[in-house]
Structure formats: C-alpha cells, structure tokens
C-alpha cells in the first residue's frame, strides 16, 4: 500500500515526464530572505542591448549577476542567429524561432534565493525574469507574423471581438517566441490629432474604452484558476497620455481645480476595465499634469492603487515606468513643462508615489547604487527610500510572476525555458485580422453610390499615389503607396519608427504573414492589361522616376478613348509616412523657436521624415496625381481616394477631386485585401448590423478647431468644434450581391394566387415587402421558377447580361445540381436539361439520404469524409466558426453546401482545402447577411412549403460562364456540373 501511495504522489507531480515540485515559501518568505541587491534588482528593467559587451555579444548571465527582474526589447533590437541582441542591421531573420533562442538564454538567468520555510528546512526558488516586448497590435518585433490595425482603426470597427482577437493572436505568437510581458494595450482617449501616438487612442466614447481595454486584458493574460497562462500586460500610460495641451508628445496636461475631476473620470477608464480584467501591471506616462510629471505624481498610489473606498482603483499589480522616464523627470523640464531635479531625488519620489519597477535603457551598475545609497540614507534631509516601500514593490512584483509561474522550484534548466505549447492556425489568424481590417475603414463620401465598383464591368484599373521621401544619409527614394506595406502598418512595425515599402514582406516572410498590398488584392482579381500605374525602373533617381512618369503618362494618352467612367477606375492612395511617439507630432511650439528647446522632433529619430516638424496637419494629392486624373482622364474615370494615415488629417484637396474617399486608418498586414474588397462591394461598408466602419472620434475641419485642445478649465468637457465629420459618421454601401440587375423572375404560385416578384434585386428590395400577406402561401406547394436569360455580350434586347446570383437562387441550382447527380448515381437520366424541369422534395430528404448512406449524422459524416480525404487539413476546414454561425438551420445550410461542393461535385484540385479558392468563396457566400435574411425567411414559411417542391428551367441549358461571385473563380464549377 504504501508503494501504491508513494506511486500517487509520484503521478500527481509529475507532468510530462518532468518534476514540478510545489512552492513551499510564500512571496513574505521570499522578500524577507532576499539580499538588498536581489530586491533592488528586481525592480530593475533594462534594455537587452545593455547586455552587450565591447564586440556586441549579449552577456546574458549579467541578468543573473545583476538580478534583473526584468529585461526589454529596446524598440529597435533585433537578435542575429547567436541571440546577441542589436539596434544595427536589419532584422530580416528575426522570426518567433529565433527570438525563443533569445528567450532561453535570457529564462535561465534566473535569481536563486534560499528562503527558511521552517526553524529547520530550507527552499531553494529560481527568480525568473520577466521578458518585454513591444506588441501593440501583434507580435511586431517578429518578422513574418499577421498584424492586426492599430488601435484607433480596431475602435472605427465599433466591434470588441477585433480587439479579442487581436489579443489572442498576439499572445500565442508572443508565447512562441518564448517572450511572456506585452507593453500592450495603449487605452488613452483620443483628443489631439497633432500627437504623434494618436493611432494608438481608442476613440472619444469613454465607456467603449474601458470595454476594449478589459476584453484585450482579458484575452491576452488568459487568466486560469489565478494562473496567468497567457501574457503579462502592461496598461499604458498612466493618465491621460494623449490629453496633453495641443497633443504634444511628453507634454504637459492643463487641467484647472474645478475640473481635476472631470479630467480623471475622463481619461481613467481604460484602467478600470483593465484592472477590473485583472492586468498584472500599468506603465506611468512621460506627460505631466500642470506640470507634475506622471513618473512622480501622487496620482499613481492616489487614483491607481488606492482601494476603491480611497477613492482609488484598488490596483494589486505592479506599476512600471515608462523607458528612462524618471531620468527624463529628473533632466528634462519641456516639452512636459515640469520641474527639474536631482536624479536621486526623482528616483526616491518616484518609489514613493507607488511606481515598483523602473525601465532604464542602460547603467544599471549606477541605478543600482544610487537606489542602495536611498535605502541606506539616514539623513532626513535627504531623498530617501523606506525599506517597506521597497520590500512592498517587490512582493508585488514577486506575486505576479508567481501567478505566470517564473517562480521555481528546480535547477534544471530545460524547465526554466518557456515550454508551453502553441498551435497556430494561421488561416483562422488571417480571417480574424482581415475581418478587423474590414470593419476598420470608414466611408467619408460616396457621390452618386460610386461605391460599390463593379469588377466585372471594370475594364481599366488605374493606380496612383507616389512619394519621393528621405530614406537617411541624405538620400532619397520613390513609394507607391498603392504598393506599400510598410504603410499599411504605421509606427511600431518590425522596429520602433516603422518602414515604407515591402522589404519585411517579400519572398518566404509573405507568405507567412499573407501580407498584401493594395496592388496584390487588385491583381488577384484582374488582368495584367487592365491594371494601369507607372513602372519604375529607378527609385532612387529623380530623372528616371521622371521619365517613367512621362512614359506612363504618355500610354495613358493613347488610350484615353477606351476610358469611360463606367469601365475605368481611378484609386488614389494618399499615406503619411510610418512614425512613432514625438516623431509623428504636428506643430508643436517648441519646434518653431530659434533654440528648437523641448523639440523631441529635432532628435531626428525617424528618416523618413522632413528635417523641420510640419505645421499643418494636412495631405494633399500629388501635382502628378492630379495631372493625371484633371487633364488626361478628364471625368472618364471613378476615382476613389483612399487615406492610410493614423489620425484624421485636412483632407479637402483630395475629397474635392474623389467620387469617394475611404479613411483606411493603418489597417495591418491584411490592409490591402480589406481596402480592395471594400472597394468591390465583396464587404459592405457598415457591415451586416451597419454598426462597423465608423469614425471612433471627431474629424476635425480646421487647424484652429484644435489649438489649444485639450484644455480642462471651468469643469467643461472640451471638445472639437464644427466637425467635418462627427463621432459615429460613417457612409454605408450594400454588398455586390444587391447590386446587379438580373434578368430573373420568380413566380411563387399558390392554390389562390401567383405573385410576380421583381425583375431584379436591388439594396432596397425585400420579398416579404412584395409577398403583402405571407399567409396565403402557408401549407401550400412553394414553387420557384428561375428563369436564366443568359447570352454571353448582349445587353439590349431586354436580354441582361447577368453576372451574378442572388444567394437563394444559388442554393436553388445546387439542390437541383444535387438531385440530378443522384439520379445519375442511380443509373437513371438528368432531367435538369435545356425547358425541362425537375423536381423534388425538400433538403430534408438529401439530409435524410446521406444518412442513410453513412448511418451517421452529417456532422460525423462530414468529419469521417474530411478524415479520410484530407487529413492534414482537418475537419476545421468544413465547419465554420460556431461563432459566425447564430442558429442550427444556418450551420446545416453551410455544412450541406460544402458537404455538395467538396463530395460529389469531384472538387480535388485543392490538396488543403483552407488554400482552396472555392472554399474562401463559399465563405464569403455564406457569411453575407442576405444569405441570413433567407433563412429567417424561410424559418417564416414553416417547414411543408421550405422548398417543397422546386423547379428550375434553364432556357439557355448550363451557361459556360455563369457566375456565382464572379465569373472567373466560378468557372471550373459549372463546367463539373455539366458532366
């Protein structure tokens, strides 16, 4: 028995083969046994590259030697194949494998401490370091990896499931890569426009900020039974960044007494959702209110870790500052307007007001000193550090490193590394990005319903929107923004300040990230010789560039006759170049005097960018672009702007020249394909409930309307005046599916009456507004009769050339499809020929064959087929996303219509059916809401007359070229249905 007993114990601490003994001490325990030197160490982060010694080889025991508590990717550190970190170079081999070795190396270096458990046992316990990374909307620090929009794109989505997922993606790919602290979510209040991290704001709706901010905690820490499994967050920054007066950067926040309150209540809520989700930690800001700065501000232990009775938040985790901010503090006085000090006494301040941990970029053998010398001062004149403050910071350090499980019991290192296990679908990761990015965009003019485009009457696509910009060193060179990824993702992209052009997103590293521009969407989609933009064979040299501009310009000539406004579209595409913090500032005061003091933008940090900070915040569209559009296209075209910018900008000069102007804001690595997609009605703008795509605060109209903005005095809630567009604007299109005439008549005939419903669909048009008492069809026959008046190139003699399908109708001819097969199956003939109808029971009857066939559910049968046919790719390939899926009679419909496609109309050319182009095609069907409108309509008509009896007359026999979304990805399917 006691073998069996002993074995028990064995069995329940063992996992994997691997002991995991328990911890023993508790975090009291642990604080009271550490050194002076292993408290002050754990309130220590420092910049990887500070591990480095004279030849650039990142010392990673120094992390062990120092007793770090943490260290960071600094914003522009990328590791070479040996793991030694560096701010040179490129980055292009710095995948989520390599940074995992990183990772390792760094997990190993953990702190020993013995700790008395009891008057005669000891515990040895592992202290590991918390490891930090920049992950504002993804993994950004890792190449190849799918980035979702920034923030104050996913807030235009108006959805918080874009926010869920843009958490969950970033902390599985985060977990790969062996790192476990996010500095992520940014939940300031967008105010100011001018301030360079305005991307990063969440809107101007406080209550949907506090609701974004605790859904992306929540999903990205995956608190479990008090484990946090997934990753540390860092809440940032700690209050009221981006409230600052005119927007600066590390500026200053003007609030009067009487509106102290106002102020906080305004711009605390994304704390409260966040520590409401539980998040581990909050990052102080580098602003200052009336000229205290935040690194030193009673706000932190008054508003933030206060218990809620106190008047505070009741805050449990641990506060961090921003990188060097309380050396900023201390040194630098504008543009924040604060005080100066002695560096000391910013440091003993900055303890005392609650901030635990402080982020340095380098010196850490001098913080550390500095910090003994405070808590050894006995001098009462003096800055000092109370012990208890520091014990106090370390216990809350210690606690949540306890709960993500860096606090070990064990020596051996392979279980100090990260081992957790992550399988990522990265087919599910492109859909959620991609959806977000849909929803992302908003629709500021429409003139005349340009959009949506029809692609299959579209004959020229014309591409447009060149920049010629500093690339550093005092060169130049050319990007098209309609073919410019780096764009699409802004600031905080592989490095801090971001990148134009495609180099992270080329060969291997797009295909991983399924990166696409602009120009790659609309090449998925149309011909060569339909797209039309400049070729440029030297970016670098202004004469070429002008010359291949001449050229261009001189086909264009040629064949302006061929341009309609019906056949040709014009997409304009203006973009900001990619920057982040104070380098993306406008018009900050301290940048126009003569000693440029307080101008963060003088230390020249982004090399994309002009030597002096512009004053206007303002895009126009190039002189080229103009000539273009104004002199050889003169009205023969549909010109759609689109702005990839991370804020509201002055736009009056290209509205003025746009049928329609969409703000893509920086939509991520899915941007091109959601822009394209928008633009050709395959996503209505709006979305299914016409909530998505608008704007998550005020677009402004004039430069006055934001100076001196945000300024809180007199208790009066500040805000822009005379909007261009409102918090909420947002134009609406209808999906491709409405907006085709279709020579199609539908008669529905019952005992008592036939009704003739429509001669084509349009956004408005319903059957339940023309079928006025449903009743009188109720428990009768429900024939539908699809008439096809198809002739390839004819459209007059009231014969239209139809293109597409409305939704029912195509679930009509695929029942039928299916019933002919059948027959055939059954050596009989197929009645489903030219004036020759067929009819046959309702879908049950199918259902109720194939289970027959199989004796088993469709479920199971759809698994055991997809089992055998495909293996690799899984029975997730079939089933949609219970999510997408809102009731049982919408998830048979999808699962039968795969179920026909992929079995018994012999489509194999796809090997992994997720790569199938069917399979994508299908789901856009089957999600469009017209497709759920059906289903609720049929629901009505009761289940005797769904479909009781169907016929279909195909007066022209089987079109070689119908299509179902367009004629040439449906091709191959019809010309299967014809065998």
Same mark, same amino acid.
């Given at each position: ?27 009291? %325990? #642990?604080?009271?046994?550490? @050194?002076?030197?292993?408290? /002050? ?5 420092? $910049?990887? &590259?500070?591990? !480095? ?62 700790? %008395? #458990?009891?008057?005669?046992? @000891?515990?040895?316990?592992? /202290? ?5 990374? $920049?992950? &504002?909307?993804? !993994? ?82 995956? &608190? ?756």
């Amino acid at each position: 028995m006691k073998f069996i007993f002993y074995l028990c114990i064995f069995l329940v601490v063992c996992k994997g083969g691997k002991v995991n003994k328990r911890l023993n001490a508790s975090i009291d %325990d #642990i604080v009271n046994s550490m @050194t002076l030197a292993q408290k /002050i160490g754990q309130t220590t982060q420092v $910049d990887f &590259i500070y591990l !480095n010694d004279a030849e650039g080889k990142t010392q990673y025991d120094k992390i062990k030697e120092w007793n770090l508590g943490s260290v960071l990717v600094g914003g522009n550190g990328c590791p070479d194949d040996e793991g030694n970190i560096s701010s040179q170079g490129t980055c292009m081999k710095a995948d989520n494998l390599l940074w995992k070795k990183v990772a390792d190396l760094a997990l190993v270096q953990g702190v020993s401490v013995t700790v %008395d #458990i009891s008057e005669t046992e @000891t515990e040895t316990v592992i /202290i590991q370091p918390l490891l930090g990374t $920049d992950a &504002i909307r993804g !993994n950004q620090h890792s190449v190849g990896e799918i980035l979702f929009p920034h923030n104050i794109g996913l807030a235009a989505s108006n959805n918080v499931e874009n926010f869920k997922n843009s958490a969950k993606w970033m902390r599985d790919s985060v977990i790969e890569s062996g790192f476990n602290f996010v500095f992520s979510p940014t939940v300031a209040v967008s105010h100011n426009p001018q301030w360079g991290r305005f991307y990063e704001t969440l809107g101007d709706d406080t209550t949907k900020v506090k609701e974004y901010s605790k859904a992306f905690v929540e999903e990205a820490q995956n &608190i479990q039974n008090d484990e946090i499994t997934g990753v540390l967050t860092s809440v940032k920054h700690f209050i009221g960044d981006g409230a600052t007066i005119n927007g600066y950067e590390e500026g200053d926040s003007i609030v009067d007494a009487e509106s102290m309150d106002l102020f906080v209540e305004d711009n605390i809520k994304g704390y409260e959702g966040a520590v409401e989700a539980q998040t581990g930690n909050v990052m102080v800001s580098y602003d200052a209110i009336n000229g205290v700065a935040m690194s030193v501000h009673p706000f932190v232990n008054e508003k933030l870790k206060a218990t809620t009775e106190d008047g505070g938040l009741g805050f449990e985790g641990f506060v961090i500052s921003d990188y060097n901010s309380v050396i900023k503090t201390a040194n630098v006085d504008l543009p924040r307007n604060s005080q100066k000090m002695p560096l000391n006494q910013a440091y003993a301040e900055s303890f005392k007001v609650g901030v635990d941990m402080q982020m340095i970029s380098d010196k850490v053998e001098d913080y550390q000193a500095m910090i003994t010398g405070l808590v050894n001062e006995v001098d009462p004149q003096k800055p000092k550090i109370d012990e208890a403050r520091l014990d106090d910071a370390v216990k809350r350090i210690l606690k949540i490193k306890e709960k993500m499980g860096l606090i070990k019991v064990t020596s051996n290192k392979q279980d100090l590394k990260e081992n957790k296990k992550i399988v990522k679908d990265k087919e599910a990761e492109y859909q959620d990005a991609l959806q977000a990015a849909l929803q992302s965009l908003v629709l500021l003019k429409n003139d005349a319903n340009a959009l949506p485009a029809n692609k299959n009457t579209i004959k020229h696509v014309i591409l447009l929107g060149d920049r010629y910009v500093p690339v550093g060193n005092g060169e130049y060179k050319l990007f098209s923004d309609y073919d410019n990824i780096g764009a699409q993702n802004g600031g905080w992209t592989i490095r801090w300040q971001g990148y134009n052009g495609n180099d992270y997103w080329t060969g291997d590293l797009k295909v991983k990230s399924k990166a696409s521009s602009i120009l790659d969407a609309i090449k998925a989609r149309f011909q060569d010789a339909e797209i039309h933009y400049p070729k440029y064979t030297d970016r670098s040299d202004l004469n070429t560039i002008l010359t291949d501009r001449n050229t261009f310009r001189n086909q264009l000539n040629t064949m302006k006759d061929q341009f309609s406004s019906a056949n040709t579209l014009v997409i304009n595409v203006l973009a900001e170049n990619p920057y982040a913090e104070y380098m993306g500032d406008i018009n900050c005061s301290y940048c126009q005097g003569e000693d440029k003091k307080g101008c963060l933008y003088d230390l020249h940090d982004n090399v994309y960018l002009t030597k002096s900070q512009p004053t206007r915040l303002e895009i126009k569209t190039g002189a080229y672009e103009k000539q273009i559009i104004a002199n050889i296209l003169q009205g023969k075209s549909k010109v759609v702007s689109v702005l990839i910018s991370g804020r509201p900008m002055l736009i009056d000069d290209p509205l003025a020249i746009s049928d329609s102007f969409i703000a893509a804001w920086l939509p991520g690595t899915t941007g091109g394909e959601a822009i394209i997609q928008s633009i050709f009605g395959e996503y209505a703008f709006g979305g299914v409930d016409k909530k998505n795509n608008k704007l998550p605060s005020p677009w402004f109209s004039t430069l006055d309307s934001i100076k001196d903005y945000p300024k809180y005095v007199s208790n009066i809630q500040p805000k822009i005046n005379n909007p261009k567009f409102a918090t909420g604007y947002g134009l609406e299109t209808a999906n491709e599916h409405h907006l085709y005439q279709l020579s199609i008549n539908i008669c529905i005939q019952s005992i008592n009456s036939t009704f003739l419903i429509g001669q084509y669909y349009d956004k408005e048009y319903d059957i339940e507004n023309e079928v006025k008492d449903l009743d009188l069809i109720q428990n009768t026959h429900l024939i539908v009769i699809i008439l096809l008046n198809y002739k390839q190139n004819s459209i007059t003699n009231n014969v239209i050339k139809f293109e597409e399908f409305f939704i029912n109708d195509f679930i009509h001819l695929l029942l039928a499809a299916f019933q002919c097969r059948l027959n055939v199956n059954k050596g009989g003939e197929c009645p489903l020929q030219k004036n020759q109808a067929v009819q046959f029971k309702q879908e049950a009857e199918i259902y109720k064959f194939m289970k027959q066939e199989k004796n088993v559910d469709l479920n199971q049968y759809l698994y055991s087929w997809i089992i055998s046919d495909d293996a690799e790719t899984g029975v997730q390939s079939l089933l949609l996303d219970n999510k997408i899926i809102n009731n049982q009679y919408y998830q048979q419909i999808h699962q039968f219509l795969i179920f026909l496609i992929f079995k018994y109309l012999k489509i194999t050319k796809c090997p992994k059916v997720k790569e199938c182009h069917l399979y994508q095609v299908l789901l856009q069907i089957t999600n469009n809401k017209h497709f759920r409108q059906l289903i609720k309509r049929w629901r009505k008509l009761g289940t005797q007359t769904q479909l009781d009896h169907l016929v279909v007359i195909l007066q022209d026999g089987w079109p070689n070229q119908v299509s179902i979304i367009t004629i040439k990805n449906w091709i191959s399917l019809f010309q299967m249905l014809k065998q």
